[in-house]
């Protein structure tokens, strides 16, 4: 099991910035790389993804222009940048590796193989 660890999660006011990190032991077979998000009560939702074999990346609506995926491949880790943070943002945030993804696939939970425990985002209006 390729174990996925999350940080870099915290509070902010609304209209910050926070930058998630996701570090894993080891990529092998896991091309798509994505983060999800989950308040209480609600379904874990899509974020954003990468697939990297070619770099190409998925956004939800509701952050796109705001979120940015990217990975460091020397350093085995994924990030989430966030800025323009808003209440509604404000969820518990997991990373997840699979082997592959597509714009018609990404947001599948299904998809994914691993998963991190999730860090916690607070946004303060």
């Known amino acids: 099991q390729v174990p996925l660890v999350e940080s870099g999660g915290g509070s902010v006011q609304a209209g910050g910035s926070l930058r998630l990190s996701c570090a894993t032991s080891a990529y092998t077979y896991s091309y798509c790389l994505g983060w999800f998000r989950q308040v209480p009560g609600k379904e874990r939702e899509g974020v954003a993804a990468?697939?990297?074999?070619?770099?190409?990346?998925y956004y939800a609506d509701t952050v796109k222009g705001r979120f940015t995926i990217s990975q460091d491949n020397a350093k085995n880790t994924l990030y989430l940048q966030m800025n323009s943070l808003a209440p509604e943002d404000a969820a518990m945030y997991y990373c997840?590796?699979?082997?592959?993804?597509?714009?018609?696939?990404?947001?599948?939970?299904?998809?994914?193989?691993?998963w991190g425990q999730g860090t916690q985002v607070t946004v303060s209006s």
């Open positions: 990468i697939y990297t074999p070619n770099d190409i990346t």
């Open positions: 997840a590796a699979g082997a592959f993804c597509s714009s018609g696939s990404w947001r599948l939970i299904s998809r994914y193989n691993y």
